[in-house]
């Protein structure tokens, strides 16, 4: 295999990216109604929408600005269009945590809404990440030069970690997991666990990435996983008693 891997239309080349990130968000969308009809929610329908809309802004706002940060000396050169145009999934989901959680204090929601979207963004992700991956250096999640078996040539000549190809097994790993926990947690936990597990799992890539450190030599990636390390760090504590028990 080649990369990037692309394919032709009209005679012009294209990336795949875009066609898996669109598979992406209508398979989670199909696959969250999926779940929603085998449960009954205790939010309704019209909190629940109201919900979705908090997140999608959310993450509009914070994949955008963390993607501008993740190299913040060509923030003063960056033009609007630029801008809008790159993104970071880590940057979604915080905006998208901080989206929720404004939406839900105005319309009044107060019991955890978040469980009934961890399969559907773990089935998201996955599909997100082929895209990723078949853009080799094209798409700014490739790993540094390695001599690990797992080293791939990602267009550039060059053994690489295929960080895509990492998070694609690892949601494989996480959606097994959240399949054989099903209700063996608390209302909102499922939800806490993964956002606590999917940037464990980016602070420890970050390290085999060629990033821009924003401060203390740790990238915005870094500074953002330990904010959610501290964010829920009631839930860790209490996670980490009980299986110590």
Known sequence: MNFPVRFELFGELYHWHYIFETLAFLIGIRVYYFLKKKIVDPISDENRLWIMLGAMIGALIGSRVVAALEDPESIKHLSLLAFFSNKTIAGGFIGGLFGVELIKKIIGVKIASGDLYVIPIIVALFIGRIGCFLMGIDEPTFGVETHFFTGMDLGDGLKRHPVA??????????????????KRLINGDHFKLFMVLYFLYRFLVEFIKPYHPLFLDLSVIHWISLFIFNYYYKFILRISNSILK
Do not use: G, H, S, T
Request: neutral net charge; proline residues 0%; aromatic residues 38%.
């Open 165 to 182: 190809l990492y998070e694609m097994i690892y949601m494989v790993f996480l959606f097994l997991f959240f399949i054989f926990l099903k």
